[in-house]
Structures are given as C-alpha cells and as structure tokens.
C-alpha cells in the first residue's frame, strides 16, 4: 500500500489493460410484435445490442409515439415537421444515409420530447431511370427479353410488380436504425396522390409560359437513351491523351489528343488551321469562327471554306468567344454536338447538322470505330498535328452510367429558371430562407444567380408521363386557335425528370393542391436536413417551385451536412471496397462475409481484389458488433459543420464500450437504490451532490444549445463526459463510502437517502438527455427506473419531456469537476489502512474552494464531512 500512495502523484500512464471479448446476449423472451418488452426480468450483466434493440420499435410504431397526435389534437401552435430526402426504391442504406438518418431522428425526437407537434414525413422516390435499369436488368437476366419485347404497359407492370416485391426494404433499414418516422404518412412519388399533383403543377406552370417545349442542344447519354440535366453531368478535366471505359465497348476509348486540320478557303490556295478533340465531329461543321480583332483572318469576311466530305460552304464568322492567342485562332463550329457552338449556331443563324443517332452511331459508325480505323480511311490525311503540350477541354460523363455525354439536338420540354431562380437566391438575401452551413451560400448563389432552363423530358417509360398531346390536323383551312372537333391526338411519350416530383415533394405529401388539414398544419415545413450534395438536384429546385406553386418556401431553414469518407479520407467507393452498410456495423460481419458481398457487385475481377485487399486491410478481423445506438452516437459525434466525415468504423465500437458503461453505472444504481426507493422532488444535498446536479445541468444546457445550433459534436462531447467523467469516475466513486457507510448511524443514513435521490436524478435526466441520439439503450434502461409521478409519467421515453436547467438547478459556482475528481482520487488512497495526511489534503482542499469563490467556516471536520463522509484519520 505504501507503494501505490508513491506512484499515486506521478504522471507515468498505467498499462491499459486487456479488453474483454465482446458477448452477445439475445432477447429470448416471447413477445408478440407490437406489445411491450419485458422489463420485469433482470438486466443481462453486460450490455449486448441485439438484446436492447430488440422488440421496442414495433412498440413505438403501435403505441403511435411517432405521430403527431400522440397525446394532443393537432393545431397550429409549435409545429415541427420535416420530410425525409425520399431514398430511390432500389436502395440500400449506406452510411451517408445513416448520416442523414441520425441527424434528422435525433433532431424529430429531441422537438418531439420538448412537446411539439412533431411529423418527420417518410417518402420513397421512383428514382425514374435507377428502377428502369435495375428491372431492365432483371427481364434480361430471368427471362431473356427487353422492355421492347413487352411494350411499354406490360414493362410498366413489371416495375410495379418489382416495386411491390422489393421497394420497402429501405423502409426495413430505416426502422432497424430507430428512425422515428409517421410510417402511416409514408408515400411514395408515384402514388395516386402525389402523380396528380404532378400533373397540377406541370399543366400550371405550363399555362403560365413556365413550362415551354424547344428544340435545343441537350445532354444525350446512349447508355440510358435519354436526355439528362446540367446538373447530372460529371466534368472530367483532361491533362492529355486518356483513354476512358465506354459503356458497350469492350476497349477503352482515346479522348483528349488534340488534333489539327485544315479547312480550304472557297477560291483560293489559302487554308484555314482549325484544332478539335473530338476530330468526327467535323462531318457536323457548318463554320469556322475567328475573333473580330484578330488581324491575321481581316481578309476573310464575306468568305466561306469548303468542307472536304461534301459539297457544303461553310462561312467564315466573327465571333468573340473566340480566343485568338490559343492555338491558330481559329475554331471549327459544329451547332448540333457542341453547346458552345450551339449559341455561335444561333447568334450566326448557321446550319444545324445532326450527325449522331441516339444510340451513338455515327453515319452508321459507332463513335469509338471513327475515332479509331475510320481515321485511317479518310479523316487520317487531314490531320498534321496531335497531341499540344497543354490541358485539354473537360470530358462530359453521364454521373450514373458514365457513359460520355454526347449533346444532340432534339425537341424536348424546359422549365424557365430565371425569374424562379432570382426569388429563391432572394429569400436567402433577404433572412427568410437561412442555409446552415452559411459557407454554402456563395455556391448557392453563384448556382441560381447564373442559372440556367431545366430540361425536364426523360426518355423512359418509368415515371410521371408528361401531361401533354399532340394533335395532329391534315387541313389548310384550319386556322391557329380554331376550336375543331378532335381527330387524332396521342400522348406524349416522354416522362418527367425524376427530381422534377421531388421538387414539389414537401406539398404533394399533404394533397396539394387540395386545401387538406395536413396541408395547413404542416406547410410549409420547419426544416430540411440532408446532404451538401444534392443541395441543387433537389434542395433548389424545392424552393424554387414551392415558391412559385404556393407562394411560400417549403421550409424556414436548410442544414447541410458533410459527406462521409472513409478513415483515410477517401471517397466512398465498391470499387476500393470501403462503402460499409450500416447494418453490418450494427450487427457484425466477419472478413470472409465482407468479401462474399463483393461476389455479387458488378465489379471488374482485379477491381475485386484491390477492394479485397482494402478490406483486410481496415477490417483484418470483420467488424463487430456495434449496435445502432453506438453507430448513431459515433455519426453525431463526427459531424462538424463543414467538414467532411473520416469515420473510422473500428471507432465505433469505442462508443459500444461507452454504452457498456452506462449499462453498468445504471445497474450499480438500481441495487444502490433498492427495491423500495421513492424519488423525491427536493432534497438537501451535499456539496458534491450539489456538483454533480451542477454538471447535470451544465450538460442540459449545453446540449440544448447543440441542437437549437446544430452541433452534434458539442452535445455528443456534452453527453459523454457528464456520463462517463463525471457521474461514473467521480460522483459514483465518491459516494461508494456513503452506502458502505449508510447502517452506521442516522446521520449516515440520511447522507445515503439524499446521495441515492441525487443518484436518482443523475440518472434519469441523463437518460432523457442521450435519448434523443441512443433511443434504444436509454428506453431499456428508462423503463427499469422508477417514476417521480407514475400516475403521470408517459409511457416511453421518446415521449417524456427533454430535460430543462430548471429542473435540475442552476449551475452551482462552486467546486470545479476536476478538483472534485483530484479529491476522490485521494480518498482512494486515503481510506487504505495505514495512510495519513487527511488533514493537509483536506486544508488544501479548503484553500481551492476559497479560491474558487466557496468560502467555508467552521472546524475542518465540519467541512470535510459536508463534502464527502470518511473514516480516515
């Protein structure tokens, strides 16, 4: 003993020692789904995931904890509601979803405790071309055929058979990580509901001159046969000769080799130098442009040069987009395959030659044969230059299929964007729409500010049809306007875009445009919360028709979270074999589990292995069980405004321990406190019960800061050290002697009631204070604890009031946490038979209360007793 009083002052790190082997205890008691758990047997002696998380979820969900009109009728008084970024029905949660997920339950569930009218609104996207590719798949691989072999309505019912069938396991997934959402209130965007509201906004916004059909350049992937937006096209900078995977080619196709070629000038000797990455597109040149001021080209206005493949006279132009200190100063003007070209097309009234079909064939070629022997042929002898040494223009890729994006022009239906775009980047300006985040507004605003038409046409046959006809009236005498008997008339074939019925998501759940009792109560919403990533696929779009359907935006604020990366900061990514599906995190995977998933991804074969060889490398043992508590936990804790998320997964299991630990602090509680404890509502506390209530509501407040400020890592950080540091390494140590002590006398006795009433109230405010974020582990171990007012207290945690500072006592300016936990130290060492010194330590610890503003009077002994009963001398 004298030996650990030597050692007791130094600062050397005591060997941590060996960590248990983690067990596994199953909830084997029968319980039919719906009905309450069991909380009458004994807790298990170690914290096991599966035996917490099961049974409560069916519980909630019946109990109809998640509605909001649990408990009240609803009303237009505090009202929180948000919808759910609606996942595609073809997916599968991964760990950006459990992101998002944790963020929005933990902010649902910490609204719903403070008493709110509170709906978090699930939703499934159609994801429009996802499910077509997915089922087009599927028909191929079953049955041998393609949608064309069944038609358009016998393919349609395809999908709905494969929706019906497989299209709620993401729902499965979002109750197996706790998320609180109405499931009664679920919809899904093709529903009959939200297709006619669809059809509303597209017929209106088309009335009013939004909605207009043009035939322009657009963004054509081959892969998909249909047109995509801006915004769903990745731009691939070229440092020089690339060679790219091409969808449906079995060789990877060159791009970005500059070549050079000349165009003669119709009569004369001269010739025109003109430079192109892609050189079949010359077939397509209608002109060649060349800066106003440029002095070398003066002489050529009025000229034209002549085409070498055919009998065509292409007009030299003047044009200042041109930039004539790069290359020859000279630029090949094809309007139909370049959007670029396309303005010069329209601002010179110039020839539009469409030389691509929409499966990428060109003039009967495919695009990467002419860029290979073709030019052997008959484009080689053109070509004199390759391959400048400088960067090359970017590569336009299809984001889904990464197909290359080729621009075609085509008729298709557009959204004007200018006037909606200026009212959505407005009511940011103005503070009634804040972005949080505000590091996001410049992108917000440069994005809107300079926005452009939206091609809403899809060439699928998934999804909403566009609501429009096409009549077609074989008779001169008919005059533009004339109201005539209909002849023939078909639908067009078209659908919408996807994000499209996204956009008016947050209305068209509430039946809109049908003046509902939901549509007045919870729109428009209170917040949105999702991923930096879609914030113009979705988040703009929200705002932009919100306003200009309802006249008021979907929502009051935005918080846009970070991506998640994987612990060595990188992207997400099956072929690095680094995305982890949440679930294995809750439950466990083993090594050889990890690599079987990779069996069944449409990887390439060496791409299997270096996603094999990722996989021993970050998880050489699997990944234990970590239990949804823990990975909700680790997620919040991770989330820093503006930074992306390096989540270690091996982490997690860090905040399984920590679960472990509060199992232990309430077990050891429950027997301190006995069979027969009665809360009371006030007690005369010690000094250090005083503390710990100062800690308890130091920790309230700042966890109610976090949440109103989004700060997921200041209450997680709150949370923990009140648990873990302060309750369990210094108040319980503390009061140990208290119960040990408690038969000795009256006064002992008394010490130990009020110890067990503080105890008492550490723990059930600690609870509700971490079940916002552990809704599993805080309700078993709430419903084993004893109520202040069982008549009135509410059945469930989730719907138990969120701890005010009030109720705990204000922060008591007094003894600091890390004096205390010094002075507890102490005791340790004090209460050893043979020590001494109680009396310098207790002087000391006088000295750092005066100093600290807590001035006591009185013998030692008063002092020493009023802050912690000891036998020492």
Known sequence: MEEKKKKLPTTEKKPKPEKKEIGVVAYN????????????????????????EAAWYPWWEKQGFFKPEYGMRLTLA???????????????????????????????????????????????????????????KKLKRERGMTRHDLGREGFIEEVWKWKNEKGDRIYHQLKKLGSSLDWDRACFTMDTKLSYAVQEAFIRMHEEGVIY?????????????????????????????????????????????????????DGSDEEVVVATTRLETMLGDSAVAVHPQDPRYQHLRGKSVLHPFCDRKMPVVFDDFVDMNFGTGAVKITPAHDHNDYEVGERHKLDFLNILDENGLLINLNRDSVEAEPLELFLHPLVFCVTPPYPM???????????????????????????????????????QLKIIPDHHLKTWFNWLDNIRDWCISRQLWWGHRIPAY???????????????????????SDVLDTWFSSGIFPFSIFGWPNATQDLNVFYPGTLL??????????????????????????????????????????????????????????????????????????????????????????????????????????????????????????????????????????????????????????????????????????AVGSCTAGFQAYDFPGITTAIYSFWLYELCDVYLESVKPVFSDAEADGAAQRRALVCRQTLYTCLEVGLRLLAPIMPFVTEELFQRLPRRLPRDSPASISVTPYPETDEVGREWRGTGWLEVRFLCLLLCWIKTPGSSGASQIGETYCLLLSCDGLVFAGPLSVLWSTLLPCQSG
């Not at 657009?218 to 096209?233: K, Q, R």
């Not at 298709?412 to 775009?421: I, K, L, N, T």
């Not at 008919?478 to 639908?491: D, E, N, R, T």
Request: proline content about 7%; overall charge neutral.
């Open 29 to 52: 008691t029968p319980t039919p789904a719906g009905e309450k758990k069991d909380v009458v047997s004994p807790l298990p002696d170690a914290y096991s995931p599966q035996y917490v």
């Open 78 to 136: 505090t009202v929180f509601m948000m919808c759910i970024p609606p996942p595609n029905v073809t997916g599968s949660l991964h760990l950006g979803h459990a992101l998002t997920n944790a963020i929005q339950d933990s902010l649902t569930r910490w609204h719903r405790m403070r008493g709110e009218t509170t709906l978090w609104n699930p939703g499934c996207d159609h994801a429009g071309i996802a499910t077509q590719v997915v089922v087009e």
């Open 213 to 265: 059909r043009s035939k322009r350049l657009v963004n054509w992937s081959c892969t998909l046969n249909s047109a995509i937006s801006d915004i769903e096209v990745d731009k691939k900078e070229l440092t020089g000769r690339t060679l790219l995977p091409v969808p449906g080619y079995k060789d990877k196709v060159e791009f970005g080799v500059m070549a050079c070629f000349a165009y003669k000038v």
């Open 393 to 431: 223009p970017v590569c336009p890729l299809d984001s889904r299929s990464k197909d290359i994006v080729e621009p075609l022009l085509k008729p298709q239906w557009y959204v004007s964007c200018a006037e909606m775009g200026k009212d959505a980047a407005d009511a940011v300006r103005n503070g």
């Open 470 to 492: 096409f009549v077609t009236v074989d008779d001169p005498s008919v005059k533009p306007g004339q109201v005539i008997p209909l002849l023939s008339a078909y639908l067009e």
């Open 529 to 698: 919360e999702t991923g930096h990533d879609i914030l113009f696929f979705w988040v703009a779009r929200m705002v932009m028709m919100g306003l200009k359907l309802t006249g008021k935006l979907p929502f009051k604020e935005v918080y846009l979270h970070a991506v998640v990366r994987d612990a060595h900061g990188r992207k997400m990514s099956k072929s690095l074999g680094n995305v982890i599906d949440p679930l294995d995190v809750i439950t466990g995977i083993s090594l050889e589990g990890l690599h079987d998933q990779l069996k069944d991804s449409n990887l390439d074969p060496l791409e299997v292995e270096k996603a094999k060889n990722g996989q021993k490398y970050d998880y050489p043992s699997g990944i234990p069980e970590c239990g949804t508590d823990a990975l909700r936990f680790a997620l919040c804790a991770y989330t820093s405004q503006g930074r992306d998320i390096n989540l270690d997964v091996n982490r997690i299991l860090g905040y399984r321990h920590f679960c472990n630990k509060l199992w232990n602090a309430v077990k050891f509680a429950m027997k301190t406190l006995g069979d027969n404890f009665v809360p009371w509502e006030k007690a005369q506390e010690s000094a250090v019960d005083r503390w710990i209530l100062s800690r308890l509501a130091a």
